[in-house]
């Protein structure tokens, strides 16, 4: 069980919600056909929600990468950050609308080698600018131009360190449920501590 500190405020909904809150999520609802229950919590912030929308959709619409590059980006992020909510979201998102290859999608999830160099290049970048803070080495860097990536595309993946540290964050202080729909493609961030442990020779204690 989880010793994590949860958020007391509910799950709100568009009938009850106030006006700001409201609008949100009517609005939620005519881009996704439903009201994630991520944006359900969310809104109890609601600048917190618009900044969130705001910025994925942005970020969707100009950030010069393809939808399955867009994913990558995303799952790596969800995955670094241990958020198995949005983990779930994103791999049924690539599977049904960005068309990122399988095995691409489940070495993102289960910490492996990602068989597509230029794929592999951006989900490793992605991981660094994390992990290091916006930090890269010039290596680092070297290896991503060199992939076929341009340095604006640096400050897009800035944009979706931010973006997605908002739900990331926002779902791991609420503990959210994941949705029926996204539920096929559940995850869990233990899986990459295991798979470490088990690279490295150690084993997980009790």
Not at 100 to 116: D, K, L
Request: glycine share 6%; charged share 25%; net charge negative.
């Amino acid at each position: 069980m989880s010793t994590n500190f949860k958020m007391s405020l509910g799950k709100q909904e568009s009938d009850t919600a106030n006006e700001q809150a409201k609008m949100l999520l009517e609005t939620a609802k005519k881009r996704n056909g439903m009201i994630p229950n991520m944006y359900a919590y969310m809104v109890n912030s609601p600048g917190l929600l618009s900044t969130y929308m705001h910025g994925y959709d942005l970020f969707r619409k100009e950030s010069g990468f393809t939808p399955a590059e867009q994913e990558v980006v995303f799952l790596t992020i969800s995955v670094e950050n241990g958020c198995e909510y949005c983990v779930a979201a994103h791999s049924v998102v690539a599977d049904m609308q960005s068309k990122v290859p399988s095995e691409v999608t489940e070495a993102i999830r289960m910490g492996g080698e990602i068989p597509n160099p230029k794929l592999r290049a951006l989900s490793e970048f992605t991981s660094v600018m994390l992990n290091k803070r916006g930090r890269p080495d010039p290596e680092d860097v070297s290896r991503f131009l060199d992939a076929g990536y341009a340095e604006k595309q640096i400050l897009e993946i800035i944009f979706a360190l931010a973006v997605k540290t908002i739900s990331n964050y926002s779902n791991h202080i609420f503990d959210t449920p994941i949705d029926p729909v996204f539920k096929a493609r559940k995850w869990d961030a233990s899986t990459i501590a295991q798979r470490q442990f088990a690279t490295s020779g150690e084993t997980v204690g009790d």
